[in-house]
Structure formats: structure tokens, C-alpha cells
């Protein structure tokens, strides 16, 4: 009863979500234990105790406004029916005797059961306590003395009870919270309103649609429509799960689903900015792929790089741009100090006929795939892509055996990423880790834990 107090006066001010959906969690563990009903004599009691008192009034106060003169709830309630539930109550109440009742079963709460004097009592659901015949009896006469202790009914016009927003919001928000990628994408594209796609359209929901893709390729279209439509966020949710995957083959599917947003190339430009050599490579091979102009002064830049590699994807995505500008930039590094590098470049500023700019970056990936280096910046990338495969990626590194110095690295550094990014979730294999052989790995998952 206190919980639903507090959601309501959460609501009426206007309180952050994060608090509303914590309330609604709450509200959803408690009910579970059993049936609940909350009616006069329960406020009653309530009343008396002082911790409560406060809360309970204001039930009784907002009970009375809509003429309620009680509230099963069943073991079975859902978060949503929660949500649902504290609109119509802290909505202003309708002129019509008994229309919360028409608008609850209009909103679908199925496990919460309305008691309004004089009005038809709705069907028992699984979960709820079943209410004696005697008791039954009530609902036309004993009950109305009951409602008559509430504030009078306010006349005026029904105003909307809770938007259809609201509850997408908070199923949305459950769904990232699950790691269902699969509600969200349905969720996600469903929403036809622009401004509203844009605010559901979270890092953390379209990553959880980049992973459905590369777990269903099957329904690409659909996913990459999607994509495009969330512009640059969604190019960016693509960039960050491709420097994070730990696959060659998803690597590779992910380059080519960036390389097919529009929004990759703002995407790209700002990530050849980043310190890191291996993003800033992939930022460099996607300008490339762009074709576009205005992508040569960002590649430009890219060839006074100190990592070789990024110099080297700098010239291989000039060439793919071509045209004068991309040229005369190319000829700046002919007298690179590195052979790879001036080599690449002229053999495209010379068109030489074994030039293959595409060919050359992929091998080039190949050859860096087992690399300590390598493998350390993914293990980095991964803190930053908060999805249940990413843990689990994650925990799978840390879980491997100790058989060398490279090893012990990607194990520790595998743990500060679990610790970095994906709280509170990992705590159980921190805690397991915090146990480990070896005194390293103890004191990294304790670290970890204590952050």
C-alpha cells in the first residue's frame, strides 16, 4: 500500500522514469507474494501506524475522488498494469459513476479489480483472492456508506487517463532491461511518430537491434529500415557493436551494414578523431566506403597518423574515393617512411593494375585477427555495448584457462571491462572470479566489485 502511495505521488510531481519504473518494480515483486485487497478496513489499520499513515490517507483521498471503495490486487499484476493503474488514479476522475472501471478494462488491466458501489463486480482473475457471497453482497448497499467518508466527486470533463506513449515507454524500457532485442525492434516499429521514435531510440535499445540482426540475418530489411530511420544513432549503435564484435564474420557483416547507412559517414568522421588506432582504422576504411568528397580532409589527417595501419587504411579509402583532391593527397605520403604505406599509395596513385584498395584491407584485418593488441582493443570496445552477448563474450574470456602471459591479459582486462560496463549484471561472476587461482584475477574482480 505505501508503494503505491509513493508511485502516485511520483506521478502527480512528475518524477524522473528511472524512480517511477523502480516504484512499478517494486509494487510488482510485493504483489507477488499474494492477493491483495485495499479497502476501508485496511486503511484503517493502516492509519494507525504512523510510519504509513500518510500514505494510506492518501489512498483513501484519491480512492474516494474516483468513488472507489476497494482495489484487488492479484498475485499475477504485471509492472505495465502498475503503470496503467497510477494514471487512472491520478487522473482527474470522470462525471460518469463507475467509468474508471470501463477505462481500466479499456486499458487492459485484467489483474487488478475496480470496486465501485453499485456497479457490477468484474470476473475473479487468477491470483486474487475470491471475494465471500456476503461480501458480494455489499457492492450495492453497506459499500456506498463506505464511499461516502471519501471527498465528493469532482464534475468535469474525463480527461485522458494515460497516453499510449506512457506504456510504450515503459514496456520499451522493460525490454531493454531484459536484453530482448526482439521486443524492442517490434516495439521500435511500431512507433510512426517521428519525434517519439527519435526519444525511444536509445544507444542502449538500437544495440539491442544490431545484435537481433546478427542473430536473425534473416531479417535484415526489416532491421536495416529501422536502422536508417534512426539516422545517426543507429549508424552509431552499428559502429560501436562492429569495433566490439570478436568474429571475423560478424565483423565483416556489421562493415557492411554500416557502410549502408547514410548516417555512417557523420558516423565515421567523428570516430577518426578517437585515440584508439583500431577504431580510427575502421572510422578511415568506412570514409572510403562512403565515396564521398567531403570524407578526404578527415582521411587526409588520417595519413599523418603515428599508427602505420591507420596510415596505411587512410591511403587503401583515399583511393576508393578517388578524384583530384583524393590524389594530391595521396601524393603527400609517396615519401612515407614506411614502406607499406608509400607503396600502397602509389600503386594507386599509379593505377597500377594489380591494385585492389578492398582486397588489401581485408587482408590486412586478417592478418592483425590473433594479435594481443588486437584482441585487447575488442575486449575495450565490448565495455561499451551493453547487451546480454556482449556479457557473455565477456564472461567467456574471463572464464578461459591461464596458460601463458597473453592469456592472464585478456582475462584481466576482460574483468575491467564487465566491471566498466556491465554492472550490476556481472556481479555474480565477478564474485565467482574474486575466488579464482590465481591472485591477479582475484584482485582485478574485487577491484571490479568495489568500484
Not at 3 to 21: G, N, S, V
Not at 91 to 99: D, E, K, N, Y
Not at 144 to 171: R, S, Y
Not at 192 to 211: G, I, K, M, N, S
Given at each position: ?429 565477478l564474485r565467482d572470479l574474486a575466488n579464482d587461482e590465481h591472485s591477479l584475477i582475484r584482485e582485478r574482480a574485487a577491484a571490479a566489485l568495489a568500484r
Amino acid at each position: 500500500m505505501a508503494a503505491l502511495a509513493l508511485l502516485l505521488k511520483q506521478m502527480r510531481e512528475r518524477a524522473p522514469t528511472a524512480e517511477m519504473l523502480g516504484s512499478v518494480q517494486r509494487l510488482a515483486t510485493l504483489a507477488q507474494v499474494g492477493s491483495v485487497t485495499i479497502d476501508d478496513r485496511v486503511l484503517d489499520e493502516a492509519m494507525a501506524v504512523e510510519a504509513v499513515a500518510s500514505g494510506a490517507a492518501m489512498l483513501r483521498t484519491v480512492m474516494g475522488t474516483h468513488g472507489l471503495s476497494a482495489i484487488d490486487i492479484a498475485s499475477t499484476v504485471t509492472e505495465a498494469e502498475f503503470l496503467k493503474l497510477g494514471g487512472l488514479l491520478v487522473a482527474p476522475p470522470s462525471a460518469v459513476h463507475g467509468a474508471i472501471i470501463e477505462s481500466a478494462d479499456a486499458l487492459a488491466i485484467w489483474n487488478i479489480r475496480l470496486r465501485v458501489p453499485g456497479m457490477t463486480l468484474r470476473p475473479t482473475p487468477v491470483g486474487m483472492r475470491a471475494i465471500a457471497p456476503d461480501e458480494a453482497s455489499l457492492e450495492g448497499g453497506a459499500q456506498v456508506a463506505h464511499a461516502t467518508h471519501a471527498a465528493p466527486l469532482t464534475i468535469g470533463t474525463p480527461a485522458p487517463i494515460i497516453t499510449g506513449h506512457d506504456v510504450l515507454e515503459h514496456d520499451l524500457a522493460n525490454a531493454v532491461r531484459r536484453g530482448d532485442g526482439v521486443a524492442v525492434f517490434e516495439l521500435l516499429s511500431g512507433v510512426t511518430d517521428r519525434v517519439f521514435f527519435e526519444q525511444l531510440a536509445t544507444p542502449d535499445a538500437l544495440q539491442l537491434v544490431v545484435e537481433r540482426l546478427l542473430e536473425h540475418p534473416q531479417n535484415h530489411e526489416a532491421v536495416h529500415d529501422l536502422l536508417v530511420r534512426a539516422g545517426v544513432p543507429g549508424a552509431r549503435a552499428v559502429f560501436e557493436q562492429l569495433v566490439a564484435a570478436t568474429e571475423i564474420a560478424d565483423r565483416r557483416f556489421l562493415y557492411d551494414v554500416a557502410a549502408s547507412l547514410p548516417a555512417t559517414l557523420a558516423v565515421a568522421r567523428q570516430y577518426a578523431n578517437d585515440p584508439t588506432w583500431y577504431v580510427a582504422r575502421n572510422a578511415a576504411g568506412l570514409l572510403g566506403e562512403s565515396r564521398s568528397q567531403s570524407a578526404v580532409v578527415d582521411l587526409a589527417r588520417l595519413l599523418r597518423h603515428t599508427d602505420t595501419r591507420v596510415r596505411v587504411a587512410a591511403v587503401v579509402a583515399l583511393g576508393q574515393i578517388g578524384g583530384p583532391g583524393a590524389m594530391a593527397r595521396l601524393e603527400s605520403v609517396l615519401f612515407d617512411a614506411v614502406p607499406d604505406v608509400r607503396n600502397r599509395a602509389l600503386s594507386i596513385v599509379f593505377a597500377a593494375p594489380d591494385a585492389d584498395p578492398l582486397a588489401d584491407r581485408m587482408m590486412l584485418a586478417v592478418q592483425e585477427e590473433s594479435t594481443l593488441e588486437y584482441q585487447l582493443e575488442i575486449i575495450a570496445a565490448l565495455s561499451n555495448v551493453h547487451t546480454p552477448r556482449a556479457r557473455q563474450k565477456l564472461i567467456e574470456m574471463t572464464m578461459a584457462r591461464t596458460r601463458s602471459l597473453d592469456d592472464l591479459q585478456i582475462r584481466l582486462a576482460a574483468i575491467g571491462a564487465l566491471g566498466t560496463g556491465h554492472r550490476p549484471a556481472a556481479d555474480a561472476v565477478l564474485r565467482d572470479l574474486a575466488n579464482d587461482e590465481h591472485s591477479l584475477i582475484r584482485e582485478r574482480a574485487a577491484a571490479a566489485l568495489a568500484r
